[in-house]
């Protein structure tokens, strides 16, 4: 803040004439023209012998108002014995603050004191904002660091502060605080955030003007993508301290925000370290993983439990209801173990489709997993039992691309067969008739001798033994796979 022309005049013995001495000096300026305003930035005290000031001295006045100087300071016993009564009656008229600058006061003696002035508030300036860094550093110190630098900001600058999450919704607040207004603006900036080769842009600082006060808004977090916002909001005009003191809040909120994320994913590592160690099954497996994740206070449910399976943008919201991890792989999945009577705890923080496994124990965890895994992939979205998959048949439970891969291969000689008979669809009748000539036949409409040399047929292409029920089986799952196949196509 600069000096007041009052501070001026007592430390340099100038005498004031007019108007009042309220306003700050923003610096000296000498000059002898006419018109020296063209010169001026506003805000000087502008010093002169007046020895061009020898006429009507109001359009001279006016013109300094105009340009909002501080003041005028007239030197005495030089061109003028004393400072003319008609310019005081014209600064008088027109609100100017003028003073006298006795013969014994150089104009450059105004100047340092000025510059004194100026370089004195200009360090205490700097002192108060690193007390202030040094309070907020403090208060990001304590187990609430976010929440304690909010509120420690709010204290510095004497106002209201906020913090927000990434889509607006407000995670601390101080008394007073417009985070409803903030909230909304928050949402409609993000609603049109641009795009630089297909990333995101982060949000640059925010200035809002609310009744009364003014609004800095800010994004937290490095990246292209911030991790949150925090306002905060004075009564006055916010100076170069307070806007020093707000960006050292956004570090320090940033740092410590990056911090946690990376707590929260080496814990996550230890998680997902952990769940690789049960699914070896290996006897001393189960204690070795409570061992480990005793050190973050992390308890295993008791047996019988169940296994879930989701995608991994279910991680943050079912980390708080029971243990997850993730399961290595190119399509991470995240895998969640809970009681058996919390399941419906679990699903309800699930974002989008997951697979639930039967009850099972620790000694069998990779084949609760594996039900998770395949009702997760099943489901198409939806949440689905591994009861309710194995409910469906086999088919259910096989990856369609390796059944129809599968069914192509082993019924291929039959398909290329040249003879107008159909041996795919005999070898259908004959599988759904359990065998029986006759049945098989009469549904194709052929005599049964006729079946049988097909059968016999079939037998040599495939070089298969149908009396054998694992062919048999084979061969049924070959034909409903080929079927399915079909139907899709259709």
Known sequence: MAPSLQVVARRTGL???????????????????????????????VLTT????????????????????????????????????????????AGLALLEVPRETPFIAVTKVVSDLLAAEEYEEITRAFAAQGRLTRAALRPDGTHAVIDRLAKELGGWAALFDEAGAVLHATRGAKARMVAAEIRRLRGGRKTDGGAERAPSTLALAAPGENVVVQPVGGGPRPRGFF???????????????????????????????????????????????????????????????????????????????????????????????????ESPVVVVLVAQDAVDDAVRAVSGGAGISAPCSYRRLRAGVEQAKQAYERGGGRVL??????????????????????????????????????????????????????????????????????????????????????????????????GQSLSAAK
């Open 231 to 329: 306002a905060v909001g004075t009564g006055r005009a916010f100076t170069p301290v307070a806007h020093t003191v707000v960006n050292a809040a956004g570090s320090l909120l940033t740092l410590a925000l990056e911090q946690g994320r990376a707590q929260l994913e080496g814990e996550r590592r230890v998680r997902d370290a952990a769940l690789r160690l049960l699914l070896s099954e290996r006897p001393q497996a189960l204690e070795e993983a409570r061992e480990v994740l005793g050190a973050l206070g992390t308890r295993l449910p008791g047996e019988p439990l169940v296994a879930l399976a989701t995608g991994e943008d279910s991680l943050e919201s079912l980390e708080p209801v029971a243990f997850t991890a993730r399961l290595p792989g």
């Open 385 to 482: 039992g591994f009861g309710e998959l194995a409910g469906q048949g086999l088919m259910a439970l096989v990856d369609p691309e390796a059944a129809r891969a599968f069914s192509a291969a082993l019924l291929a000689p039959l398909a290329g067969y040249g003879s107008r008979a159909d041996l795919v669809e005999s070898l259908r009748a004959y599988l759904e008739s359990n065998g029986h000539w006759d049945a098989a036949a009469q549904r194709l409409g052929v005599h049964r001798h006729t079946l049988r040399y097909r059968m016999r047929r079939v037998a040599e292409l495939l070089g298969r033994d149908l009396d054998d029920p694992a062919v048999r089986a084979e061969l049924w799952f070959a034909l409903e796979a080929a």
């Open 50 to 93: 007046g020895m061009r000031l020898t006429r009507d001295f109001t359009p001279y006045v006016e013109r300094l108002m105009a340009r909002g100087v501080a003041g005028l300071g007239v030197a005495v016993g030089l061109t003028h014995d004393v400072v003319p009564e008609a310019l005081v009656e014209a600064a008088e008229a």
């Open 15 to 45: 005498r004031r004439l007019a108007g009042s001495l309220d306003r700050d000096v923003r610096w000296v300026a000498v000059s002898e023209l006419e018109d020296p305003t063209p010169f001026l930035e506003g805000g000087e005290l």
